[in-house]
């Protein structure tokens, strides 16, 4: 190996602008939920060019430390000190662990659909009728995140679930299934398609999504019911333990 080589390499200087960034939200400069500076702003008070600072920027956001919301500019969404580990292995809700923002409001809809050889093939089993949930998760009456859910009507019929009452329904699907599910399976896709039942609903970022498909499973071949979460990218934090 060159040694003299690799010792000539200097650090980028993208690094040391990400360095002191990080310091700065750590030190309570720019605090979690508040914008930064404008990127002109922001790259003079650094003495250093546009160029480096959506360098360094780009960092922060992979870090899950500064989010951009194209049109507004960029947030600090977490710190440091308060940043956790994703746990997705584990068999809870994946939207609260896979989505950076907390939500002020889930609005929940359902509505009775025929059973189709789609539903056939991702409940395993044949149903007199599906019920199809969504979740429209927001913030700051912004719409931030979307879930799909298909269940049986049987299955909805054996655990006694009032569909009609928004608080037990959305209680069930957000926590309850998850305590009493024994495991789930899961696929992870990007997708540029985001389809809304209704029109008039925009989700941010929704062209530009991870598509987390669930099946959660009792003790029955069949799963209890098979989940859609849409995440836009600017929104996700999606880590694995790994282990040898």
Avoid: W
């Amino acid at each position: 190996m060159n040694t003299n080589k690799l010792a000539q390499l200097k650090r980028p200087l993208y690094i040391n602008v990400y360095d002191e960034l990080l310091l700065q939200i750590k030190m309570g400069v720019f605090p979690v939920d508040t914008r930064l500076p404008s990127e002109p702003d922001l790259a003079s008070r650094l003495g250093i060019s546009r160029a480096t600072l959506r360098q360094a920027l780009a960092l922060l956001q992979d870090d899950g430390i500064v989010r951009n919301i194209r049109g507004k500019g960029n947030f600090v969404v977490n710190s440091v000190s308060k940043h956790e580990e994703v746990h997705l292995e584990k068999l809870t809700n994946p939207m609260h662990k896979c989505h950076i923002n907390t939500f002020d409001r889930i609005d929940t809809h359902y509505r009775i659909d025929e059973d189709t050889e789609y539903t056939k093939q991702i409940l395993k089993r044949d149903s007199s009728k599906v019920v199809a949930f969504e979740r429209l998760y927001r913030k700051e009456k912004e719409l931030v995140a979307y879930a799909f859910t298909f269940m049986s009507m049987e299955t909805v019929e054996s655990l006694s679930l009032d569909i009609n009452n928004e608080e037990e329904l959305l209680n069930f699907l957000e926590n309850h299934v998850y305590a009493n599910a024994n495991h789930g399976e899961m696929e992870i896709k990007y997708t540029h398609t985001v389809n809304l039942a209704d029109k008039n609903e925009e989700l941010i970022g929704q062209n530009e999504c991870f598509l987390l498909l669930e099946s959660l499973y009792d003790n029955e071949d069949s799963p209890i019911m098979h989940n859609k979460f849409y995440i836009p990218q600017q929104f996700s934090n999606i880590k694995l333990n790994i282990y040898k």
